[in-house]
């Protein structure tokens, strides 16, 4: 599939999530297959503009992520188009834009799914980058803001004809959150009607339904949750999409990439080869840089924080899963955590540390 001159081996994605699809996550992933797209976690335009470290540092990924999509989130046309071009210097494949988050501290900023509200105002927005960008412009949008005001059909056809050469629905409008179910009918519709690819997103948390919502129409499948809950869940709908037994994932297994996350993100900026990062070339660290020095106690903190936010979501469905969560979260050490999960999931040796 293309988007744009972008070509994606894949119809299957992992889709962005705040806090959660950091560039650690995003390789493992990555690294099990059947991943045709990563997202990064959103990106606000008004801290690249002004070169904030923190925000920078969201937008960063490595080679082995590719093709990376940076997503970014804000309201003003011409900081949105400034943005896109800090993403296309740093070399991302493709740069999105947020209109479907209903966090009241975005959406009253005039971006993330208020935009859905101003129509034209958000077409005016992917003119102004697409204008400004040679990289494709696509957009994530939910199904609209409220039940009276479902305009995704609409809108999708205006960022089209502003320029979008992709868009993603998430199912779902800003007043549900993330209660009720996806209406991947309206997704469907929308794909049907337009020519660029559609993307759906909602609700896929087995393999099965990956492929089940491929076949319902859409270009392509963005899954969120069910990737935190089973990171191989994307192999798995590649493989039955193929014609082939889909992967067992063992205890074990699930045990390894836990061991493996802890260990590139312990590894985040320590030992990193010259160019192994993409980020933005005029950067200089500072000290409240969100990734804590690799030296420092907090760094083993920040990545004890990390696990523990994955594992609210990757011990969902698993027996003893809540003993688990509630022993990952008064974990103290990184030893610790490391005997904790390889115990628990029976993992024999040491962990793999990879690049
Ligand atoms: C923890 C979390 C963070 C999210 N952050 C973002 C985000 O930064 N940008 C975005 O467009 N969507 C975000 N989403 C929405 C997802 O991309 C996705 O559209 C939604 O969760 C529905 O898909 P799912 O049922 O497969 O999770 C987030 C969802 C979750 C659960």
Redesign the pocket.
């Known amino acids: 599939m293309l988007i744009g001159d972008v070509h994606l081996q894949s119809p299957f994605a992992v ?7 950091d560039t650690a996550f995003r390789r493992l992933v990555k690294r099990h297959g059947g991943c045709g797209l990563v ?1 990064t ?2 990106v606000s335009s008004e801290g690249l503009v002004r070169g904030i470290d923190r925000t920078l540092e969201f937008a960063e990924f490595t080679e082995e992520e590719r093709p990376v999509s940076i ?1 970014i ?1 804000g309201g003003d046309p011409v900081k949105m188009a400034a943005a896109a071009q800090i993403v296309e210097g740093m070399g991302a494949d493709i740069v ?1 834009v ?1 209109m ?2 209903p966090v009241p501290k975005i959406a009253k900023h005039n971006a993330g799914c208020s935009l859905m509200r101003e129509p034209e105002h958000a077409a005016s927005v992917i003119a102004a980058m697409t204008r400004a960008v040679k990289i494709p412009v696509t957009v ?1 949008m939910r199904a609209g803001w409220n039940d009276t005001e479902k305009n995704a059909p609409t809108l999708a056809k205006m960022v089209e004809d502003a320029g979008a050469a992709a868009i ?1 629905i ?1 199912g ?1 409008t800003a007043a549900q959150s ?1 209660s009720g179910t ?1 209406d991947w009918d309206l997704v469907a519709g929308i794909a049907d009607r337009l020519a660029i690819p559609v993307f759906g ?5 087995d393999a099965e339904q990956v492929v089940a919502r491929l076949q319902s129409g859409v270009e392509g499948v ?7 809950r089973n990171p191989w869940i994307l192999a798995q709908a590649a493989d039955l999409a193929a014609g082939r037994t889909p992967r067992e994932v063992t205890l074990a297994d699930r045990g390894r990439f836990l061991l493996d996350y802890v260990g590139l993100l312990l590894n985040e900026r320590v030992r990193e080869p010259e160019g192994f990062r993409h980020s933005f070339e005029s950067r200089i660290p500072s000290p409240e840089s969100r990734v804590p020095s690799p030296e420092s106690r907090s760094h083993d903190r920040w990545v004890i924080n990390k696990i523990r936010a994955l594992g609210s ?1 990757y011990t969902k469905g698993l027996d003893n899963g809540s003993h688990l969560r509630t022993a990952i979260n008064s974990t103290e050490s990184i030893d610790a955590l490391r005997e904790l999960l390889g115990k628990f999931f029976g993992v024999v040796g040491e962990p793999v540390l990879m690049e």
């Open positions: 889709a962005p999530m705040a806090g959660m699809t997202v976690e959103m997503q989130f999105d947020n479907g988050c994530k993603a998430h779902r993330y996806a997103s909602g609700d896929c948390i963005l899954v969120g949750r069910g990737v935190l979501w």
